[in-house]
């Protein structure tokens, strides 16, 4: 059975910081690309990082970087996104992603994570 499941969610004020998690099983985590994207109420689903777990590349949306930094840890099946300096634009429900590095024509998602930002 695949799952992803996001943790580390919560509600902070700004300038403060958060570190989500996602825990993998069902599938080869080192093989995949493990994505956050997050969804605030009302919007479209925005991609927010990525990881490739075959070499460690990343990439981030321009509002986050700086800011975030998404990392792999492949013996945990567990890919993290640290959150610092957040601001009330960031709250939103965090999902993780995963599809092969070989392909993207299938990605697993999580249920997401919850997180507001107060000023």
């Known amino acids: 059975q695949v799952k992803l499941v996001e943790s580390g969610g919560g509600s902070v004020q700004a300038g403060e910081s958060l570190k989500l998690a996602c825990l993998v099983s069902g599938f080869s985590f080192v093989n995949f690309a493990m994505s956050w994207y997050r969804q605030a109420p009302g919007q479209e689903r925005e991609f927010v990082a990525r990881?490739?777990?075959?070499?460690?590349?990343?990439e981030y949306a321009e509002s986050v970087k700086g800011r975030f930094t998404i990392s792999s840890d492949n013996s945990e099946n567990t890919v993290y996104l640290q959150m610092n300096s957040l601001k009330p634009g960031d709250t939103a429900v965090y999902l993780c992603a995963g599809h092969p590095v070989i392909s993207a024509a299938i990605t697993y998602w999580g249920k997401g994570t919850r997180v507001t930002v107060s000023s």
């Open positions: 990881i490739d777990n075959t070499d460690g590349t990343t």
